[in-house]
C-alpha cells in the first residue's frame, strides 16, 4: 500500500465517449425496440426546471460556500487549492432554489486536488479472505422467528390501514409491493435469484424485491416513461400520497379503477408524458400533489424525514412549538403504537433496500449493459477473456436525476424520500465500482505474470480487460460524484430538516468505506468537520460517526470480525488512517468537547472518536492538558453515561505503564493485575484530590464507577473478581502516583487506600448481585419494604460467591483492624460480611477467622460515632445472627456483649444525675432485680470518671448543680447521646429482647426503656424555661436551669434518638404479640370470623406495648411543651 491516495478524477476530464463503447449494446436494444421510443428514453432527464411552487427550504444558517471554506478550511496549505472547490460548489448553491442546481445536468469542472502523504500508514489484513460470492438465500433472516413475526404483523397492519382493498402488488403499485415484500417468495423466484444474480441476501425481503426491480428495470427497456411514473408513485405514496394521488400512468395499469357517481367506469386519464411536459406543468403538477398530501393522518404516513416515523415526528414538532415544557414526553412515548413504529422502521429498511437493489439492477440489466455473471464465476480461473465490462451508467444516472428533481421541493417529507432513493441508489452503484477496482486490481497483476512470461496474447487480453474495467469504473464513480455530490449532497447536507442533513452525511460516511480512495480526502471530510456544530445532535452524531467508522473498520479487519453481507463490498484494505490526520488536527478541540455535549448518545460516539485518535497515535503530538484532562475525568463523571465511563477508563488504560500489552503468565498474573489496580487507584486518587479538597470532602463514592466500568471490559473484568489481587493492592499500601509515576502527595495515598477499598466492597456487592439471588441480598430488609423483581433466580450457592466468601473472611479481620480509625475506610468493609455465603462459616478451619472478625466487628460498633458506619456494621452483625449455619450461636452472643454494653454505658451515664434516679424506674420495680443490682454496683463501685468507651461523668449530684454550664455536662450528654443511638440503631436491625433476660417476670428491656425515657424527661424538665414571675401584671421574667448551649444540643440529639428507640422496641413487641395471638387475617379468615359471629369483647388493660406506648407519649408532651407557658397560674388568655 503506497502512502498517498490517487487524487479523485476530476468530472470535466476529457475522455472516450461512452458511446463507443456500447455501440454493440446500442445495435442490440435499437433491434428490439423503435428508434423514437429509444430516443425519448435517453432524453428524459435533461430538461431544465425551475419550481415556483417550491417553499424555502434552505437551512436558516446557510452561508456561501465561500464562507464555509474560509471557516473550515482544513489546512492552510490546502487554501488555494480549496477556492476551486468552493467555486464550484458556490456555483451550484446560488441555484439551490430550481431544479436546474438539483438535477445532475452538468458536468462540474473543477480542478484536481493533490492531497499530502500521510506520515501514518495502516496495514490491514483481514482475517479471512472471503471471495465475493453471495450468500445462499436459504436462510435470508438473521432475526429470530418471533421478532420477524412481530414485524410482518405490523407491515400487515400498515398495508391494510393505508392500500385500498382491491390494489395488489406489481408494477401498478409498487407500495403494494414493498408492504408484500415480508411474504415468502416464490420457489421460482429464489431459483433464478440463486443462479442468476450475483447479489447477496442482506434480509428477508431482498429476493421479492429484486424480482419487483427486476420487472421495474424491465419496463424502462422498453417503456421508460412509464417506468418513471410508477417509481415516482412509490415516492409519493410513501409520504402519505394515496390511489388519488397517483400519476396516471395509462396502458391499464391505474392502480385502481375510477367511478362515477353513477357507478360507472370512467375512462382512464391519459399517461403523464415526464418527457414533454414543461416547467410550469411540472410545477403545478408537484405542488398539486403535496397540497393533497399535507392531510393525511400520521399513522398512515409510512416514511418521513423522521426515521423514528410520522407520528413521531408530529409529537416532536408539537413539543417543540411548547417551548420546551416540562411535560413533553421522552422519545419512546412519541412514537405513536407499538406496532406502527415498527411497521415504519421496518418499512424505511425496505424503501432503501428497494432502491438499492433497483441500482444494482438497472446497472446490470438495462439496456446496455451485458450480464456479468459469467464473468464474475470465471474471474478466478488462470485464463482470463478480454471481454469488455459493461454497466448501464446512463440508465442509473437518468433515475438519480429523476428523483433528485424532488429534493428542492418544500415539504421535508418528500424531499428525504427523494433523497433517500438517490443515496441509496449512488450507493449501489459505489458498490459495483468498487467490485470493478477489485477486478482491476486482480487484473493488473495477471497482466504484470504476462508479461513477465512473455505471453503477449494473454498479455494483450489482460490489457483489453483493464482498459474495460477502468472505463467502466470511471463512468461510475462519475454518476456518483457528478450527480450525487455535486448535484444533491452539496445542497442538502445543509438542509433546513436536520434529519435530512443527518442523512447525508451518513451516505458521505458510507461512501468513505465503500471508495476510500476517492472520498476519505480533505475535500469531503471537512463536512464532517464543519457539521459537528451542527445545532441538533442528530446531525453532530452522524458527523462524529463519519470520522469514527474508518478506524471501527480497520480496527474490525485487524481482529477477524466476520464482515455483514451488505459490507461485502467495502474497500477496508485500502483505507489509509493517516489521511484523516488534517481534519482531525483541525477539529480536535470540537471532538473533545463533544464528549460534554448534553445528549448522552454524542457523548458517547465522541469517546469511541477520541478513544480511536489515541491508540491511532493522533494524540501523539497533543501537549493540550485541557485536553487529556477533560477525557479523563469523564472515568469519573457521574453526569456521563455507563459507556461514555467505560470508554473513557480505556482512555485513562492506555496511558498507564501497568496496561502496556507484557507477558501474563500464570505465575505474574496476580502481580500483575494488583500492579493495574494500584495504577488505576493511584491515577484516581490523584484526579480527585486536585486542587484545595478536604481529605473528608473527597467523592471515593466515585470508586464505584470504576468497578462498573472494569465488569463492562472483557479484557479487565478480571481485575475486580480476583479477590488475591484487590486485597494484595490494599495491603501492599504504596504511595499513589500520578500517570508519570510521580508521587502523589500524603492526601492521594489516603485517598488511594479509600479507593481501593471501596473498589472492594463495590466489587463484592457486584458478583454477588451478579451470581445470587435477590432474597440473599435482602436477607436483612422488610420484606414490604424490598424492591423485588420478578426476574429469575439465580443459585446463590455458586463456586464464585464461594470463594470470594473465603478470600474476604480471611482477610476482613486484619483490614478492620487496620483501619480503624478511618472512618471512611471501615464504613465500606463493614458492609462486606453480609455478602458472605454461610456455608463458609462452618468451615472448621474458618472458625478462628470468623471469631475474629465478630470480635473486630464488635469493637468498631462500640467505638465508632459515624452513622453510616453504624448502620451498615449493625446490617452485618445482625445478618451473622441468621442462618442455619455453625456459628450462629457465636455471632449472637457477640452481639449480646454489645447490647448489654450499651446498656450499661446508658445506666451509668444516666444514674450520675440524682434527679434521674428519683425518677426512674428504678424507685418502681424489685430491687434484687439484675437490672438494678447492676446499675447500683455501676454506680457505687467506682468513681465518676473517665470510662473506656465513654466520656467522663461529672462530679456533680443533680443537673441543676453550678457547674451545669461546664465542658464535663456536655460530654457527658453527647456519650448519652452517642450510646442511645447505638442502641437505637440496633433496634431496628433486630429484635432486641433476645438479648435480655427477665429474671423474677421483669422484661428488662422495657425497664431499660423506661429508664431511658424517665432520664430523658427529667433532662426536658430542666431545659424548660421557668417563669419568675410574681403576678401577671409584672413584666415576663424566665430563666433557665440549663442553658449551656453545647448541653441543650446534646440533650435534644438524645430525645430524638431515645424516641426513636422506644418506638422500635414497642414495634417489636407488638410485631410479637401479632404472631402470638395469629392477629394477621387472610381474606378466609376474615369470612370464617364474620360467619360465626363471634364478638370478642375482651379488652387488654394492662400490656408492655400499652405502657410503652404511654411512655412515649408523656415523651412527647414534654417535647411539645417546652415553648408552651404554663399559663393556669398567672391567668393568661
Not at 267 to 296: F, G, I, K, P, Q
Not at 425 to 442: F, I, N
Not at 531 to 538: I, W
Not at 887 to 916: G, N, Y
Amino acid at each position: 500500500m503506497t502512502g498517498t491516495t490517487p487524487a479523485p478524477r476530476r468530472s470535466g476530464r476529457e475522455r472516450k465517449p461512452v458511446e463507443s463503447v456500447y455501440s454493440d449494446a446500442k445495435k442490440v436494444v435499437a433491434a428490439a425496440s423503435s428508434a423514437k421510443k429509444k430516443a425519448v428514453s435517453r432524453g428524459g432527464g435533461k430538461r431544465k426546471r425551475n419550481p415556483a411552487y417550491e417553499e424555502s427550504d434552505t437551512s436558516e444558517n446557510e452561508e456561501d460556500e465561500e464562507d464555509d471554506d474560509q471557516e473550515g478550511a482544513v489546512t492552510a496549505s490546502d487554501d488555494d487549492e480549496e477556492e476551486s472547490d468552493s467555486e464550484e460548489e458556490t456555483t451550484e448553491d446560488d441555484g439551490d432554489d430550481d431544479f436546474e442546481a438539483a438535477k445532475p445536468k452538468k458536468k462540474a469542472s473543477g480542478g484536481a486536488r493533490s492531497t499530502k502523504a500521510s506520515s501514518k500508514k495502516t496495514k490491514i489484513q483481514i482475517g479471512k479472505s472471503s471471495k465475493s460470492k453471495k450468500k445462499q438465500p436459504t436462510s435470508t433472516t438473521t432475526k429470530s422467528s418471533t421478532a420477524q413475526g412481530k414485524i410482518n404483523s405490523a407491515l400487515s397492519s400498515l398495508a391494510k390501514n393505508v392500500l385500498p382493498p382491491n390494489e395488489e402488488p406489481g408494477l401498478k403499485s409498487l407500495i403494494a409491493g414493498l408492504l408484500s415484500s415480508y411474504r415468502p417468495p416464490k420457489s421460482s423466484q429464489v431459483a433464478n435469484f440463486s443462479s442468476n444474480v450475483a447479489l447477496n441476501v442482506t434480509s428477508p425481503y431482498t429476493i421479492n424485491l429484486h424480482s419487483l426491480a427486476e420487472r421495474v428495470i424491465e419496463m424502462h427497456n422498453d417503456n421508460p416513461n412509464r417506468a418513471q411514473l410508477a417509481l415516482l408513485n412509490l415516492l409519493f405514496r410513501s409520504v402519505g400520497g394515496g390511489p388519488d394521488t397517483d400519476l396516471p400512468m395509462g396502458g391499464g395499469v391505474s392502480t385502481a379503477t375510477t367511478m362515477d357517481e353513477n357507478g360507472e367506469e370512467v375512462e382512464e386519464e391519459e399517461e403523464t408524458d415526464l418527457e414533454h411536459m414543461d416547467t410550469e406543468e411540472w410545477a403545478e403538477l408537484v405542488t398539486d400533489l403535496v397540497d393533497d398530501m399535507r392531510h393525511a393522518p400520521a399513522n398512515q404516513i409510512l416514511l418521513c424525514a423522521d426515521p423514528l416515523g410520522a407520528v413521531h415526528q408530529q409529537n416532536a414538532l408539537n413539543s417543540h412549538e411548547r417551548d420546551g415544557e416540562g411535560d413533553v414526553e421522552e422519545d419512546e412515548k412519541k412514537k405513536g403504537s407499538k406496532q406502527y413504529a415498527l411497521g415504519a422502521a421496518e418499512f424505511r429498511k425496505i424503501y432503501q433496500e428497494f432502491w438499492y437493489i433497483l441500482g444494482y439492477v438497472a446497472l446490470t440489466e438495462g439496456g446496455m449493459a451485458t450480464n456479468t455473471q459469467q464473468e464474475e464465476e470465471d474471474e478466478d480461473e488462470e485464463e482470463t477473456s478480454g471481454s469488455v465490462v459493461r454497466l448501464d451508467a446512463e440508465l442509473v444516472k437518468e433515475l438519480i436525476g429523476r428523483v433528485s428533481e424532488l429534493a428542492p421541493v418544500g415539504q421535508p417529507d418528500v424531499r428525504a424520500a427523494a433523497i433517500l432513493a438517490a443515496i441509496s441508489m449512488s450507493h449501489a452503484v459505489l458498490d459495483q465500482s468498487a467490485q470493478l477496482v477489485k477486478k482491476m486490481d486482480v487484473a493488473k497483476r495477471q497482466y504484470k505474470a504476462a508479461m513477465k512470461g512473455e505471453n503477449e496474447s494473454k498479455a494483450e487480453a489482460l490489457k483489453v480487460r483493464i482498459d474495460s474495467l477502468n472505463r467502466s469504473a470511471e463512468d461510475l464513480q462519475d454518476v456518483v460524484v457528478t450527480n450525487y455530490v455535486n448535484g444533491l449532497f452539496v445542497h442538502r447536507y445543509r438542509d433546513s430538516n436536520e434529519h435530512i442533513r443527518a442523512m447525508c452525511i451518513e451516505s458521505l460516511s458510507r461512501m468513505t468505506l465503500q471508495r476510500p480512495d476517492l472520498f476519505l480526502t480533505d475535500k469531503y471530510l471537512k463536512y464532517f468537520g464543519w457539521m459537528l456544530h451542527d445545532k441538533d445532535h442528530h446531525v453532530r452524531i452522524a458527523a462524529l460517526n463519519g470520522l469514527y467508522q474508518p478506524f471501527k473498520a480497520v480496527q474490525d479487519a485487524q481482529d477477524g470480525k466476520e464482515v455483514a453481507p451488505a459490507d461485502e463490498f467495502l474497500m477496508i484494505d485500502k483505507i489509509q488512517l493517516g489521511l484523516l490526520e488534517n481534519v482531525v488536527g483541525k477539529f480536535l478541540s470540537r471532538i473533545v468537547s463533544a464528549i460534554k455535549d448534553p445528549k448522552p448518545e454524542v457523548q458517547e460516539i465522541a469517546m469511541k472518536v477520541s478513544l480511536m485518535l489515541l491508540k491511532n497515535g493522533f494524540l501523539d503530538d497533543c501537549d493540550d492538558d485541557g485536553v487529556w484532562d477533560t477525557i479523563n475525568q469523564r472515568a469519573l463523571s457521574e453526569r456521563a453515561s455507563p459507556a461514555v465511563r467505560r470508554d473513557a477508563l480505556y482512555f485513562v488504560f492506555e496511558q498507564l505503564e501497568a496496561f502496556d500489552d507484557g507477558g501474563e503468565g500464570s505465575e505474574s498474573s496476580e502481580r500483575k493485575r494488583t500492579q493495574q489496580l494500584d495504577a488505576v487507584a493511584s491515577y484516581a486518587a490523584h484526579a480527585l484530590t486536585k486542587g484545595p479538597i478536604p481529605i473528608d470532602k473527597i467523592k471515593i463514592e466515585v470508586a464505584d464507577y470504576i468497578v462498573q466500568s472494569l465488569r463492562e471490559m472483557p479484557e479487565h473484568r478480571a481485575l475486580v473478581t480476583d479477590w488475591s489481587a484487590m486485597l494484595r493492592a490494599i495491603k501492599d499500601d504504596k504511595s499513589a502516583t500520578t500517570a508519570h509515576n510521580v508521587k502523589a502527595g500524603d492526601r492521594a495515598d489516603v485517598a488511594k487506600q479509600r479507593i481501593l477499598v471501596r473498589m472492594l466492597a463495590c466489587a463484592a456487592q457486584e458478583e454477588v448481585g451478579a451470581v445470587a439471588d435477590e432474597s440473599f441480598l435482602n436477607s436483612d430488609v422488610d420484606p414490604d419494604m424490598a424492591n423485588s423483581s420478578e426476574k429469575a433466580k439465580k443459585a446463590s450457592m455458586g463456586r464464585e460467591h464461594e470463594t470470594l466468601s473465603i478470600a474476604l473472611l480471611k482477610a476482613l479481620p486484619n483490614l478492620l483492624l487496620k483501619f480503624k480509625g478511618d472512618t471512611d475506610v471501615i464504613s465500606e468493609l463493614a458492609c462486606l460480611p453480609r455478602f458472605l455465603v454461610p456455608t463458609v462459616f462452618s468451615l472448621p478451619q474458618r472458625k478462628q477467622d470468623f471469631m475474629s472478625l465478630i470480635k473486630n466487628l464488635g469493637e468498631i460498633y462500640l467505638s465508632s460515632s459515624n452513622e453510616d458506619t453504624l448502620d451498615k456494621t449493625a446490617r452485618s452483625l445482625s445478618s451473622l445472627c441468621k442462618g442455619n449455619h455453625a456459628r450462629v450461636t457465636e455471632s449472637k452472643a457477640q452481639l449480646r456483649k454489645v447490647v448489654v454494653e450499651l446498656r450499661d454505658r446508658i445506666v451509668e451515664l444516666m444514674s450520675s444525675d440524682d434527679s434521674t434516679i428519683a425518677t426512674s424506674a428504678m424507685s418502681v420495680v424489685n430491687s434484687e432485680s439484675e437490672f438494678a443490682s447492676k446499675s447500683s454496683k455501676r454506680r457505687s463501685g467506682r468513681k465518676k470518671s473517665p470510662r473506656a468507651g465513654a466520656s467522663p461523668a461529672t462530679e456533680k449530684t443533680s443537673l441543676t448543680d453550678d457547674d451545669t454550664r461546664g465542658s464535663a455536662d456536655a460530654d457527658t450528654e453527647y456519650s448519652i447521646f452517642l450510646n442511645v443511638r447505638r442502641l437505637r440503631i440496633l433496634a431496628k436491625k433486630c429484635d432486641l429482647s433476645e438479648f435480655f433476660d427477665d429474671t423474677n417476670n421483669v422484661n428488662q428491656l422495657e425497664l431499660l426503656c423506661n429508664f431511658v425515657c424517665d432520664g430523658l424527661k427529667s433532662r426536658l424538665r430542666a431545659c424548660k424555661p421557668v417563669d419568675l414571675r410574681v403576678n401577671a401584671d409584672e413584666e415576663t421574667a424566665a430563666d433557665k436551669l440549663i442553658e449551656d448551649g453545647d448541653v441543650l444540643g446534646a440533650i435534644g440529639k438524645s430525645v430524638n434518638e431515645g424516641l426513636q428507640l422506644i418506638l422500635s422496641v414497642t414495634g417489636w413487641f407488638f410485631f410479637s404479640y401479632q404472631d402470638e395471638e395469629d392477629l394477621v387475617k387472610n381474606k378466609k379468615d376474615l369470612v370464617d370470623d364474620m360467619e360465626d359471629g363471634d364478638d370478642d369483647d375482651s379488652s387488654v388493660d394492662d400490656h408492655v406495648i400499652l405502657r410503652l406506648r404511654n411512655r412515649l407519649l408523656s415523651l412527647l408532651e414534654l417535647c411539645f411543651s417546652q415553648y408552651i407557658p404554663s399559663s393556669d397560674e398567672h391567668g393568661d388568655d
